[in-house]
């Protein structure tokens, strides 16, 4: 069974700052990763996703992620963020041969403050 | 494409009540899923759907049913509801259910229940 970790709760920072998400996963099969944002009192949408191929993958609103296969991290981040990136980000993950099933990291709350 | 539609958006239930969460999406998308969201857990699997009538159940699927008889719709019942099943609940759909394909997920607004 696989488990995702998001090391940090809540994240505090200032408006044009640089922030950064852990994540980490445990698996022992090959799997897809991803990031969710969650505005408050919406659905989650996509921020981005790797499936294979370079590990650096970049997203929507200015935010990119690192995959690291040895420290099975995939960790976000936004050089300067801005009051409207203040929302809950969800790590995820999925088993490539298990088709679309994922598990979720407990989440971080991110506040940006002005 | 009105996406993945949840309704209600709130709903308040007494212990022992049944209800039905409804989902739709028009988006002709082959895979589709329920997701409860709790305070610091993420979202945690109910159960799920590859194609119309074909379930499977999730990480987290004790007292709950649901049934897909159609592409479109795959709602959500609630047999007898008990307080720990307070919880925003999240449906979900992709546009393939085959392994291999790393399809993004796009969830519905949730429906927020609170049994009492």
């Known amino acids: 069974a696989q488990s995702v970790t998001q090391l940090d709760s809540q994240v505090p920072v200032f408006e044009e700052a640089p922030v950064e998400l852990r994540c980490n996963y445990s698996s022992s099969v090959s799997v897809y990763l991803f990031w969710y944002v969650q505005y408050p009192n919406q659905g989650l949408q996509l921020l981005l996703k790797?499936?294979?191929?370079?590990?650096l993958v970049k997203g929507i609103n200015g935010f990119e992620a690192e995959f690291n296969k040895s420290q099975t991290s995939f960790h976000l981040r936004k050089p300067s963020v801005h009051i409207s990136d203040t929302a809950e980000y969800f790590c995820a993950v999925s088993e490539k041969a298990a088709g679309n099933k994922l598990t979720f990291g407990g989440g971080t709350r991110v506040l940006v403050k002005p | 494409n009105a996406g993945v539609t949840q309704t209600p958006k709130f709903q308040v239930l007494k212990t022992g009540q049944s209800m039905t969460l409804q989902c739709a999406q028009d988006?002709?998308?082959?895979?589709m899923s329920w997701y409860r969201q709790d305070p610091g857990m993420g979202l945690r699997l109910i159960h799920y759907s590859v194609g119309a009538g074909i379930t499977d159940q999730g990480e987290v699927p004790n007292g709950y049913n649901v049934s897909r008889s159609t592409t479109e719709d795959f709602p959500l019942r609630l047999l007898s509801a008990a307080p720990s099943q307070t919880s925003v609940y999240f449906c979900?759909?992709?546009?393939?259910?085959?392994?291999?394909?790393?399809?993004?997920?796009?969830f519905g607004p949730g429906t927020r229940l609170t049994v009492t």
């Open positions: 979900a759909s992709s546009y393939r259910a085959v392994p291999g394909t790393g399809d993004e997920q796009y």
């Open positions: 988006m002709n998308h082959e895979y």
């Open positions: 790797y499936l294979s191929g370079s590990t």
